[in-house]
């Protein structure tokens, strides 16, 4: 990772990259699990509420069985800390969410593969190594201890949603586009996670009303980081987002007084475009 410290006021100006390190639907990166597709069981799902200290609660058979997702879940995690992810908080948290249960069952035999996958309105649920990147960079310095309150722009399907509900003690999420709202909603309301908070609404707006967050995770490229959310960080706070247009970069916004914010721009990177007002 390159790291260019920089000191600026507001705004930010947007700085872009060269080349992607998430692309969409990137040809041959799929793995199928058809052969784990037998069982009737609901201990996938069970899993997954086990995570958040509930009781196993009977839901929809998905065709996986409960050592078919621990064995994906523990593939997947190693894989990350293979491909350099180092925090332990982060990967325990990833291995705790089964990602099958955010998209659709066409697509849940790519769902441990290390790419993004389409989630409906022209939208894409994260490769699991760019939200274990995300998430390590807001950590950073954190060590075991949970960060206090996150705000997450752009919820999808509600993937990274339900994972910082695990490093987080209280996690709001935006979304702008309804139907995607509603199906983040539908995917989460099975896990019971008390401590996340979903809104409808321009992200790019914040949430004025509980702010100030100490970390702010952006989902979707804008041209710049929208002000808004550097205001709404607490001082110590930080903020990862992706910044730009066809290049991008991923950018970590660290406000180091009330009126001094410091950016390191990391990797470059390509998240589908951060929009204004609601659909
Ligand atoms: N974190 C998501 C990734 C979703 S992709 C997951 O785990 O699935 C980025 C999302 O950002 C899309 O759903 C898109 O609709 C949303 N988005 C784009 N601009 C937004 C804005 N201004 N406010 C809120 N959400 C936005």
């Known amino acids: 990772m390159n790291k260019k410290a920089k000191s600026f006021p507001l705004p930010l100006s947007s ?3 060269r080349t992607s390190f998430e692309k969409l639907n990137p040809q041959g990166a799929g793995k199928s699990f058809a052969g784990s597709q037998t069982a009737i069981q609901n201990k996938a799902e069970n899993l997954a509420l086990n995570a958040f200290g509930r009781k196993p609660l009977s839901l929809p058979e998905t065709g996986w069985n409960g050592s078919a997702v621990s064995r994906s879940l523990r593939s997947m995690t190693e894989r990350l800390a293979r491909g350099g992810v180092k925090d332990a908080v982060v990967l325990q948290a990833m291995g705790q969410i089964p990602r099958h249960l955010f998209v659709e069952s066409g697509l849940s035999g790519q769902a441990y593969a290390d790419i993004a996958l389409p989630i409906g309105s022209h939208q894409t649920i994260s490769k699991p190594s760019t939200v274990a990147k995300m998430l390590e960079a807001l950590r950073i310095g954190k060590r075991e201890s949970m960060m206090q309150k996150v705000l997450e722009i752009g ?6 949603a339900a994972i910082l509900a695990k490093i987080a003690n209280e996690v709001y999420s935006i979304e702008r586009v309804k139907t995607l709202h509603e199906l983040a909603r539908r ?7 008390a401590n996340l908070r979903l809104h409808y609404g321009d992200g790019m ?6 702010a100030p967050f100490d970390g702010i995770v952006v989902a979707a490229a804008g041209l710049k980081v929208p002000e808004a959310l550097l205001k709404q960080l607490a001082v110590g706070g930080r903020l990862i987002a992706p910044v730009g247009g066809e290049r991008q970069t991923l950018q970590l916004v660290t ?3 009330e009126t001094r914010w410091e950016k390191i721009v990391l990797d470059d990177c390509h998240f589908v475009p951060l929009q204004k007002g609601i659909v």
């Open 15 to 17: 700085v872009v990259g």
């Open 155 to 160: 919820t999808g399907c509600g993937y990274q």
């Open 187 to 193: 995917n989460l309301r099975p896990m019971r996670i």
């Open 205 to 210: 707006l914040g949430l004025p009303q509980v």
């Open 255 to 257: 406000r180091t007084a």
